[in-house]
């Protein structure tokens, strides 16, 4: 298996998840039909099937182009069935899919929508969050609470560490500055910055990323933690209310 990424509009990411054996594909969150649909012919893959995390727009405006063009099935949560796209399969936590002879576990993840999906392929330890996890950051709260969020990302969190992130923006740059404002004496932040900052110079993306190096610099991975607390005023609160104050501040964020 390997994944295939699709940048459309200005920093989204559209992913590709490939079985090299069959050249066969699914289609994760379609913000745009026509790059997709490009890259398909381009690598002469076969699309079988798409898989959406969430409703908002840029996740989704390319769904119904790309179901027609290539009879796809479209598979989403069934709580959301009301506002997405159509459906061919309406999915919910803890349900697995089999396609291309892999199994997919669904994860709810609610916070930046209520009925947020992530899917995750535990045999090749690859992770599609959507909105809800991005490199060193995570979605904004549109329809879930700060405690829903928190639950989300500790359930992400527990996955392998070797895990491969595939989020869907390319945010890992501007989030790092963030971090840095959190936690400014983390020596594994600094040295992902650094990285990052390669990256952007050759105009490469920062994902996918490994799950224990997101573990050990994003800051709202790290809620829990007593340094953390202590770092934004919060010493001995629950994680949850870290959680907040830290979304707060990444909200009023400038830098």
């Not at 063009?69 to 479209?74: F, I, M």
């Not at 598979?75 to 899919?97: E, F, S």
């Not at 490199?135 to 560490?161: H, I, N, V, Y």
């Amino acid at each position: 298996m390997r994944v295939q990424s699709v940048l459309v509009f200005n920093d989204n990411y559209v992913h590709l998840l490939i079985d090299e054996a069959t050249s066969e594909a699914v289609i994760v969150d379609p913000g745009e039909a026509e790059s997709v649909g490009a890259t398909l012919a381009r690598l002469k893959l076969r699309a079988m099937a798409i898989l959406i995390t969430h409703h908002h727009p840029d996740h989704v405006e390319g769904v119904e182009a790309l179901r027609q063009a290539h009879g796809l099935r479209v598979i989403g949560a069934k709580a959301d069935a009301h506002r997405l796209p159509h459906l061919d399969q309406g999915v919910a936590d803890g349900d697995t899919l089999d396609l291309l002879g892999q199994k997919i576990r669904v994860l709810a993840v609610p916070g930046h929508t209520a009925n947020h999906l992530a899917y995750w392929l535990e045999d090749a330890r690859i992770l599609f969050p959507g909105d809800t996890l991005f490199g060193m950051g995570c979605g904004r709260l549109f329809e879930g609470t700060a405690a829903q969020m928190w639950d989300s990302l500790s359930r992400l969190k527990a996955l392998p560490g070797e895990t491969l992130v595939y989020c869907a923006h390319e945010y890992t740059a501007a989030n790092g500055r963030f971090a840095r404002t959190i936690e400014g004496a983390n020596p594994r932040l600094d040295a992902r910055l650094a990285d990052t900052a390669a990256l952007v110079a050759k105009r490469l993306p920062s994902v996918p990323f490994r799950l224990d190096l997101d573990c050990e610099t994003n800051p709202f991975l790290r809620a829990d933690r007593a340094d953390v607390a202590q770092a934004v005023g919060l010493a001995g609160a629950p994680p949850a209310q870290v959680f907040a104050e830290i979304r707060a501040r990444k909200d009023r964020f400038k830098g």
